[in-house]
């Protein structure tokens, strides 16, 4: 069973202590950023909180708090302590976020760096394999002498996460480009299949006149540009009229 706590008794003496505390406060802060006393508040048996309007700029709805207390049978109080906090309207700057979450795509300009962390789940030692059965740093310094490379690869996640990416984007089947494409880009002779296990879905578009140009496209994108493209008759351009041959000579001009 929770038991309500009672609100602590005001504590009469601590209460009346409006100029204490606000001489304590003045010894701290410039008497142009208090304003009027806001009110008092108990906090425990003996201890109360005074509260100050604060009039700094830029500090809208924020209060001083100065808390006093008495010993028992005592008639003055002594400053515990002098605080600003901010009041329910108060103009608070937005919670921190840290800089990895608020980083967002594209945020990245030229000499900025990016580090990876140690445990990034879309990357996966590239040995992974062989940290069961030997010691990791032994193989990987011999891969590295032997200039076979990178010591991570992306790992089964990180290879999902960048396919969804690339199919939802507007690389992918759902662009409106691609809606109206009048073929997909897996039979069409400017896609390049990437290598591996992403090949079986993805390409890059090799088409110099083509928006995808140079990116990761889906199987099953495509666009107007696509390499089998005919255009209907009713799209053809006007035939030529045939040709006129002047066959008027200067000899027959002289006999006019
Ligand atoms: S030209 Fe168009 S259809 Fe062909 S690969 Fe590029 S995006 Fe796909």
Redesign the pocket.
Known sequence: MIRATKPPKLDEVGAEAVDAARAALLELVPAEDVGEHLGVQPEESKVVTHLFECTRRGYRGWRWSVTVSRAPRQKTVTVDEVVLLPGDDALLAPEWVPWRERIRPGDLSPGDLLPTEEDDPRLAPAYTAADEVVDADAVKEVADELGLGRPRVLSLEGRDLAAERWYDGTHGPDAPIAQS?P???GT?G??VRLAGPLGRLF?A???AY?N??GRV?SID???G???EVQLSKKNLPAPLPEPALDTIKIEDLETF
Do not use: R
Request: hydrophobic letters at 40%.
């Open positions: 494409a073929a997909q880009c069409c400017f896609f390409g578009c090799a088409n083509a995808d140009d496209v994108h495509g666009c540009a696509h390499s």
